[in-house]
C-alpha cells in the first residue's frame, strides 16, 4: 500500500515557473514507478510525465516536453515535478501516481493522490 500526497501548486503567471512535489509513504516507493497527470475543467484526465524507479528513465508527453522535468529522490520518498515556461492551457489539478510494475503513460497506476491545484493567468 502506498499512500501519495501532492505539493506545491498554486497561482503563477505565464512563464512563470513551480515545482510539484509528491511524498509517498509506504517502505516500498523505491521499487514503484510513478507519474504525473493533469486534469483541466472539463477535460478528460492526461498523463504529463513518468519515471522508472530508479530515476534512469524518464517519458513525457509532448506537450510538456522540453518544459517539465520529472524527478525523484528516494531516499525522501519523494517525486517532484519541476513545471518551467508555464502556459495557461498548463492550468489543471496534478495527480501523482505510482505503479508497482512499470512507468508510462498506458502504465497501470494503481495508487494515486488527491491532487494539487495548478493555475497559470495570462
Known amino acids: 500500500q502506498v499512500q501519495l500526497v501532492e505539493s506545491g501548486g498554486g497561482l503563477v503567471q505565464a512563464g512563470g515557473s513551480l515545482r510539484l512535489s509528491c511524498a509517498a509513504s509506504?517502505?516500498?516507493?523505491?521499487?514503484?514507478?510513478m507519474g504525473w497527470f493533469r486534469q483541466a475543467p472539463g477535460k478528460e484526465r492526461e498523463f504529463v510525465a513518468a519515471?522508472?524507479?530508479?530515476?534512469?528513465?524518464?517519458y513525457y508527453a509532448d506537450s510538456v516536453k522540453g518544459r517539465f522535468t520529472i524527478s525523484r529522490d528516494n531516499a525522501k520518498n519523494t517525486v517532484y515535478l519541476q513545471m518551467n515556461s508555464l502556459k495557461p492551457e498548463d492550468t489543471a489539478d496534478y495527480y501523482c501516481?505510482?505503479?508497482?510494475?512499470?512507468?508510462?503513460?498506458?502504465?497501470?497506476?494503481?495508487?494515486w493522490g488527491q491532487g494539487t491545484q495548478v493555475t497559470v493567468s495570462s
Open positions: 509506504g517502505r516500498t516507493f523505491s521499487s514503484y514507478g
Open positions: 501516481a505510482a505503479d508497482p510494475s512499470g512507468y508510462g503513460p498506458g502504465s497501470k497506476y494503481d495508487y
Open positions: 519515471i522508472s524507479w530508479s530515476g534512469g528513465s524518464t
